[in-house]
């Protein structure tokens, strides 16, 4: 007869080679692959062009191609208020503004938060320092606190402030950049970041490594891939060296994962391409098919 001990140290040797046999093939079996889920939107710099010339038929374009936000660059010769109500007809709605540089942010805050009442964007954007404000570390630390200051306005008037990079702000000041120093320099509560990752690229940096460099920080990116034949350095690129998504140099599964990992909110689509009209609807269905 089987004593009670030996029973039960057989069915425990039975249970244990059974988990064991379990975890190894959960081992084997790879990890669940997530979807993309943006929102995604575009920034209508990408089709300045057709705007210039068809407000109406290039909102429609968009929102065909499958967008429904937007980042406003421009009003393409109509006043906000007629500019916001293209935007409605077209069913697409405005999350975010570029609304100049620094020195207009300086001399026409009021102006620009004006015509974020318009719009009602989540963010207001500054997409350029002029050079001779940032090209020391010293000059590059007063414009953080114009940005804190920016941000503070913008924040008691229901907005969130962002900076928006090219390259410049990626050479180097010493043993740091510009980026950096607008980074430590700002308040977490005041100032978030959009992230150009053509940019990032293009200067020899990994998307992914930076922006898990400053997780929290960086709330915003374009989504904007470089072509495989352009040079990394600081030269400038042609516009033709936007492709859509998925045919340039970037991973974008991996860069995806990094951004939702690290707490991005905001994604705009932006293509400076002579084909950005056919390039745009390339994008949007990556967008939709994309794994990490």
């Known amino acids: 007869m089987v004593s009670r001990r030996a029973f039960l140290g057989t069915m425990g040797a039975a249970i244990a080679a059974s988990r064991f046999a379990r975890l190894a093939n959960a081992a084997l079996v790879p990890a669940p692959r997530r979807s993309f889920k943006g929102p ?3 920034q209508l710099y990408s089709l300045r062009n057709q705007l210039d010339k068809d407000v109406p038929g290039s909102l429609k374009l968009i929102r065909n191609a499958g967008y429904t936000d937007v980042e406003t660059a421009d009003f393409y010769k109509m006043s906000p208020a007629d500019f916001k109500k293209a935007l409605d007809q077209a069913g697409l709605r405005c999350t975010g503004m570029h609304s100049g540089d620094d020195n207009r942010f300086r001399d026409h805050l009021d ?8 719009f009602k964007p989540d963010y207001v954007n500054s997409p350029w320092v002029q050079e001779e404000h940032r090209k020391d570390a010293e000059g590059c630390k007063r414009i953080a ?3 804190n200051a920016w941000g503070k306005k913008l924040q008691a008037a229901g907005f969130r402030f962002a900076f928006h990079n090219h390259d410049m702000e990626f050479k180097p ?5 510009p ?4 980074i430590h320099e700002t308040d977490p509560e005041l100032v978030d970041f959009e992230l150009d990752l053509f940019f990032v690229k293009k200067v020899g940096l990994e998307p992914v ?5 400053y997780p929290g920080r960086i709330k915003l990116l374009h989504l904007k891939d470089i072509s495989k034949n352009t040079p990394i350095g600081f030269a400038e690129a042609p516009d033709d060296a936007c492709v859509p998504l998925g045919e340039g140099q970037i991973d974008w599964p991996k860069t995806l994962a990094a951004a939702a990992d690290i707490g991005v909110t905001h994604y705009y689509v932006e293509d400076e391409s002579p084909t950005a009209p056919e390039g745009i609807k390339k994008t949007a269905q990556y967008l939709k098919t994309v794994r990490f």
């Open 111 to 118: 102006e620009i938060i004006a015509e974020a009442e318009v």
């Open 40 to 42: 995604f939107g575009i």
């Open 179 to 182: 980026m950096d120093i607008f």
């Open 173 to 177: 000041l010493g043993d740091t950049t």
């Open 209 to 213: 490594e930076y922006m898990r460099k």
């Open 145 to 147: 606190a114009d940005f």
